[in-house]
């Protein structure tokens, strides 16, 4: 299986929002309601962002938000902050216990 | 409190062989499918291996199917990643990861680096 498809790099300055995409097939993202996003800071563990397309885990800030439009997930970060800076991966279920991730967004706040 | 410690990461001559284990705490280790997931440098996170709460059932990336092995040992409380033949490009962070339901994955390891030299 192919990695989901997320754009290298995104930016935007405190404040603003931005959306990272992560495309996929009807074999993944497309075939089922079962995406997540990690925030990944460089020597530390991922943190789990959003499950389930759009579910926040608690202590996830309601700034994050996640939605899926056919074979394509969004994750959007509204009032971007200095400590959102790190690197975003979409995960997507697909079939099984299979698990397929995103190449990664690195997210830059200017 | 939910912990995931990995050890077993080593500077190892390509061809070799090794194990990893993860040792988890908190939970009940047997209720949950578990993941190895790794990040090579300078790149992103590559899914890995899955096995399933009773080891019935395991999975494994292309990318490794044939050279490593995942089982555990819920008696322990610990998942294991036999690895072999191994590759210059096996050279990675190696995390475990909890799966709470459909790639909730929401504990993860510190990671245990492993070298491959060439």
């Keep these: 299986q ?6 290298a790099s995104v930016s935007g300055s405190p404040g603003q929002s931005i959306t990272i995409s992560c495309t996929g097939t ?10 997540s996003w990690y925030q990944h800071h460089p020597g530390k563990a991922p943190k789990l962002m959003i499950y389930d397309v759009s579910k926040r885990p608690s202590g996830v800030a309601d700034r994050f938000s996640g939605s899926k439009s056919g074979n394509t997930a969004s994750l959007t970060i509204s009032g971007l902050q200095a ?3 790190a690197d975003y991966y979409c995960c997507s279920y697909a079939g099984g216990i299979t698990v397929i991730f995103g190449g990664g967004t690195k997210l830059t706040v200017l | 409190e939910v912990q995931l410690v990995e050890s077993g990461g080593v500077l190892v001559q390509r061809g070799g062989s090794l194990r990893l284990s993860c040792a988890a705490s908190g939970f009940t280790f047997s209720s949950y ?3 190895w997931v790794r990040q090579a440098p300078g790149k992103g996170l590559e899914y890995v291996s899955s096995i399933t709460g ?4 395991t999975y494994y990336a292309s990318s490794v199917k044939g050279r490593f092995t995942i089982s555990r040992d819920n008696s322990k409380n610990t998942l294991y990643l036999q690895m072999g033949s191994l590759r210059a490009e096996d050279t990675a962070v190696y995390h475990c ?3 709470a ?13 492993v070298t491959v030299s060439s």
């Design chain 1, 2 to 7: 192919s990695a989901l498809t997320q754009p």
């Design chain 1, 26 to 35: 009807s074999s993944d993202v497309g075939g089922y309601n079962y995406v």
């Design chain 1, 83 to 85: 400590e959102d800076e």
């Design chain 2, 33 to 35: 499918t578990v993941h």
């Design chain 2, 54 to 57: 009773n080891g019935d059932t």
């Design chain 2, 97 to 99: 990861a909890r799966d």
């Design chain 2, 101 to 113: 339901a459909y790639v909730k994955f929401d504990y993860w390891g510190q990671g245990t680096l």
